[in-house]
């Protein structure tokens, strides 16, 4: 085979290997640790590398448009300057290793972001993107999720703090509920999708069952908003009858399973002696399997009978979803923080779901007080563990502020949170113009609004195996299309 002929299947292989990275890394802790996160950051440059050298033969598309190239030069480039600003940071830094640390995730999300605006424009890989990650993210909470289902066979490591909640593999609970909302909106969006084939869209709809067990199991308060901001996303971007009754085919799915699951503790929470869980996770199983059933074929029949007819949402749609979900991370967090410290902690199980107590707000609040010191170019990266250690008014070991906004903000300073911004507004911009030229990607953009949704509230940003999901969509979505054709339809951004 000629180098010109070769060069294609390396691109696409390359692809692959891109797609299925989160959930290899998935395996090693999320990607927590330094020995994940440099093998990752390897692996992620040598994709740059092949991208560069197979490009020549693909670069024959057309021209992109002033609004992509400007989407392009802001998320690329901000996220470059923002890895430059972290590496420097080292150097005014309060613990030099810790920032360096930090500047290891910059890099490897760095390089997978221009992996992915490199090789997942092309068409044949295009289709596969939204499938790939979504059967990841299915892959991880079903693993987490198969010691409770058959504890007589399968036992996982568990972890005191965690009270029973799924943590396994990442090892942590509040970061597995957000792989569950990113897998559970993209196979939503996959399910509503009349482009693609009937297999497809009826795996993706049983899928939902496990994820929304899944999620369920994470008791991540956050977790849950997220997922519910990215159904509301798709829905808004998608405004097709189909996509509307695939989400609620999906919705439905979760629930019936979360519902039958709930009482039984030894799935919850991993109460109970062995035989008791043995059977409660049986009867789970069986019902799991009978609901992933009906949901596929629920799918398959509405598929059948509703032809994909376009959904009336009005003009100011979108700003109106922008605005729900806003409010519902503001009255969130307005609420959350009537809550006072010092308060017994939370248990493991659903009660988490019914309260807003929470020491995120000690984090914030240490957080203000560290930006305030260093406005400019903040107290370095990784440095805020050092002021919670100095700060903090509850007695518990933390290492992140539980939020990327605040804690950029407190170790970076306002360049870092304007460099941040940057990045975001550029895939905005990305996902609008892609959403306006007819390309079909309801699906990514309603994840990637799932994942900025959830960023507030934790740090997921230190969790590779779920941020780079969002990555790789965003490049995705930043991709210029090089062989793949262009709908007619094109729906308002």
Not at 76 to 85: E, I
Not at 181 to 196: E, Q, S, T
Not at 339 to 363: C, H, I, K, W
């Amino acid at each position: 085979m000629s180098g010109e002929r070769l060069r294609p299947t390396v691109a696409i292989v390359a692809a692959g290997v891109l797609l299925v990275g989160p959930t290899v890394l998935a395996f090693f802790s999320g990607g927590y640790f330094a020995p994940a996160r440099a093998g990752a950051g390897i692996g992620a440059w040598a994709l740059v590398a092949v991208a560069a050298l197979t490009l020549p033969s693909r670069s024959a598309g057309s021209a992109m448009s002033p609004p992509r190239r400007l989407a392009l030069w802001l998320s690329v480039g901000g996220m470059a300057a923002l890895t430059a600003w972290t590496a420097l940071s080292i150097t005014w830094a309060p613990i030099a290793g810790d920032a360096y640390a930090q500047a290891q995730i910059a890099v490897v999300y760095l390089g997978v972001l221009i992996a992915a605006v490199l090789l997942l424009g092309d068409g044949r890989v295009a289709p596969w993107v939204e499938p790939v990650l979504a059967a990841g993210a299915v892959i991880v909470i079903s693993y987490g999720l198969s010691e409770r289902l058959v504890p007589g066979v399968l036992h996982f490591a568990r972890s005191v703090s965690a009270e029973g909640r799924l943590q396994q593999p990442l090892t942590y609970w509040n970061a597995m509920g957000e792989l569950a909302a990113l897998g559970f909106v993209l196979c939503a969006g996959i399910a509503g999708a009349a482009r693609r084939s009937a297999w497809q869209r009826m795996a993706a709809a049983a899928a939902c069952a496990p994820l929304g067990l899944g999620l369920y199991v994470s008791f991540s308060r956050g977790a849950l908003f997220a997922c519910l901001a990215g159904l509301v996303a798709l829905i808004v971007a998608a405004r097709s009858w189909a996509q509307l009754q695939a989400a609620v085919v999906a919705v439905s799915a979760g629930v019936v399973a979360t519902v039958v699951a709930a009482p039984s503790s030894g799935v919850t929470s991993l109460a109970g002696s062995l035989s008791t869980r043995e059977r409660e996770g049986a009867i789970t199983l069986v019902v799991l399997v009978v609901v992933m059933i009906a949901a596929a074929v629920a799918q398959r029949i509405l598929a059948a009978r509703a032809a994909d007819r376009p959904l009336a949402l009005g003009r100011h749609a979108p700003l109106g979803a922008t605005v729900l979900v806003c409010l519902g991370l503001a009255v969130a967090i307005i609420a959350g923080a009537k809550e006072t410290s010092g308060q017994p902690a939370l248990s493991g199980g659903a009660t988490r779901l019914v309260t807003l107590q929470s020491n995120r707000y000690d984090y914030w609040d240490v957080a203000l007080r560290a930006f305030a010191t260093s406005p400019l170019h903040g107290v370095g990266a990784g440095g805020w563990s050092v002021y919670w250690l100095r700060w903090r008014s509850v007695n518990e070991f933390a290492q992140n502020a539980h939020s990327l906004e605040l804690e950029t903000l407190a170790e970076l300073g306002i360049v870092g949170a304007a460099l941040l911004l940057a990045c975001f507004a550029g895939i905005g911009l990305g996902a609008r113009d892609a959403l306006a030229s007819g390309r079909a990607v309801a699906g990514p953009l309603a994840a990637l609004v799932a994942y900025v949704a959830h960023s507030p509230l934790d740090w997921d940003w230190q969790m590779p195996a779920v941020t780079l999901v969002a990555v790789v969509l965003a490049g995705y979505v930043l991709a210029p299309q090089l062989t793949a054709p262009r709908r007619s339809a094109a729906p308002r951004a």
